[in-house]
């Protein structure tokens, strides 16, 4: 026979539509809630990336003045002329020290100095000569300033970046080779060796104050 249909009364039908029309209101008030919700995450968010974005701008600005203006404020005239006269003193002190001792005839000529350790010590300082030129004219000729390369190829920054090892195996070399140069010169002046050296290897870094590329 035919299939029985359900059948409601008024009221059973009144009710059903209004489950209905309250669960549809849900749904529309749930959809536009998360509607809402989403819009408001990304309008944060497009302003979150527009800050950052000014503000990284600002920074590279900032950057870029602080490279052509210099990183810290100008010096006078004053304090520059003491820096060079300081320098002078030091200088003076190396050559009046390397007159009293002596001191290139002696490294070269005086049988008491322990050659095999000498030898060593001055071949550690031109490794350091050597990778101290890698540095300063090798590295800015190979990398110069450009659209790729923004960091100057002659800074710390750059160096720890590219060649991290430098800087450490200079150190380590430098210190071995000075103890080792007091050392092969201690039988000449015993005590007074750290003391002439010292005076002597600080005249001629003071000396590249004059040097005007330094």
Known sequence: GPRPRLCYGRRGGTAWLEVLEAAAAAAWLFRKGCRDVVQTAMS???RVAVDEQRRGAQSSDDESTNSHAGAGPRRTRAERATDKLHALAWILAAYLTSSATHFFTTLWSDERIIRPLFYTAISMFAMNTLL????????????PVDDT???PANTPKFWNVYCPRVIPTMTAMGVIGSLLLVRACFPVWSFLTPLILGVIALGFFFGLHFVPSC
């Open 149 to 151: 390369f923004t960091t």
């Open 132 to 143: 101290l030129l890698y540095l300063t004219t090798y590295l800015p000729w190979r990398f």
């Open 44 to 46: 944060a968010y497009r």
